[in-house]
Antibody, heavy 116, light 107 residues
Framework: EVQLVESGGGLVQPGGSLRLSCVAS????????MSWLRQGSGKGLEWVAN????????YYVDSVRGRFTISRDNAKSSLYLQMNSLRAEDTAVYYC?????????WGQGTLVTVSS | EIVLTQSPGTLSLSPGERATLSCRAS???????LAWYQQKPGQAPRLLIY???SRATGIPDRFSGSGSATDFTLTISRLEPEDFAVYYC????????FGQGTKVEIK
């Protein structure tokens, strides 16, 4: 069974940092682009970043570029999102997902709350 | 940025009825790079359709997608109780953006 499990969410103050992790199983992780997406409370969905199979290409939505860094460790079948200079508007459930264009499947999500 | 506008915001229907959901793009979505997702409360979105009309693995054939350029449609031919949920369209022609969602509720 293809599965993605996120962790690392929590409460952080504005300006703080957090690192999210996503462990994949049930498929050859190194063979796929991977992505992070988020969903604010009562809000819609937003693509955040994606990364090529070997990590050589990375893309970000404008609102996080320069503050967030996506990375991966194929030996550990793991995806990461380093989030710095966090703002209140970054508060959301963060999902990892397999894919570059469309996303299938998604993990269950991890909640990030940015508040003082 | 391509803005996707979904209509209606809420669709009230009974089980067994046909649901027609619309997704309109602010500019042409090339190569029909349009996907549809279903999301139930407390769950992650699930891919239903990609490439505007291709069903994802395991998706029942009562779900179908159509359209091109700026106008796309998701049709659920006969609503089952488990189909009442929020549906999102997403384009991957120019970056990636999502519509605001259509809620399909039980009438």
């Amino acid at each position: 069974e293809v599965q993605l499990v996120e962790s690392g969410g929590g409460l952080v103050q504005p300006g703080g940092s957090l690192r999210l992790s996503c462990v994949a199983s049930g498929f050859t992780f190194s063979g796929y682009w991977m992505s992070w997406l988020r969903q604010g409370s009562g809000k819609g969905l937003e693509w955040v970043a994606n990364i090529k199979q070997d990590g050589s290409e990375k893309y970000y939505v404008d609102s996080v570029r320069g503050r967030f860094t996506i990375s991966r460790d194929n030996a550990k079948s793991s995806l990461y999102l380093q989030m710095n200079s966090l703002r209140a508007e970054d508060t959301a459930v963060y999902y990892c997902a397999r894919g570059k264009g469309y996303f299938d499947p998604w993990g269950q999500g991890t909640l990030v709350t940015v508040s003082s | 940025e391509i803005v996707l506008t979904q209509s209606p915001g809420t669709l009230s229907l009974s089980p067994g009825e046909r649901a027609t959901l619309s997704c309109r793009a602010s500019q042409s979505v090339s190569s029909s790079y349009l996907a549809w997702y279903q999301q139930k409360p407390g769950q992650a979105p699930r891919l239903l359709i990609y490439g505007a009309s291709s069903r994802a693995t395991g998706i029942p054939d009562r779900f179908s997608g159509s359209g091109s350029a700026t106008d796309f449609t998701l049709t659920i031919s006969r609503l089952e109780p488990e189909d009442f949920a929020v549906y999102y369209c997403q384009q991957y022609s120019n970056s990636r953006t999502f519509g605001q969602g259509t809620k399909v509720e039980i009438k």
